[in-house]
């Protein structure tokens, strides 16, 4: 994890949702990467999001993970760079 690129707080409005903008922006964000991994954080359930990331070769590392000062639950997941 020492050589990861985080992604964090991507959001797509509800009216452009399920139309494969959330992936185009994960795909460019993640494009030409020097990095060996990308790494990010969700709400720890069956989002959209979460389904999403999934499909796109994401997978958990660590489930029912709760930041410091917060009470939700989150999944933080990752996979190698660059996507194919």
Not at 26 to 48: K, M, N
């Amino acid at each position: 994890m020492g050589h990861a690129f985080e992604l964090a707080e991507i959001h797509v409005h509800p009216d452009y949702q399920s139309k494969g903008v959330g992936r185009a922006m994960i795909t460019t964000l993640c494009a030409g990467r020097r990095e060996r991994s990308a790494v990010l954080s969700t709400h720890d359930q069956p989002t959209a999001a979460r389904h999403l990331y999934a499909s796109m070769g994401f997978s958990d590392l660590l489930t029912r993970f709760i930041f410091p000062g917060g009470s939700e639950e989150y999944a933080i997941a990752g996979r190698p760079l660059p996507l194919t």
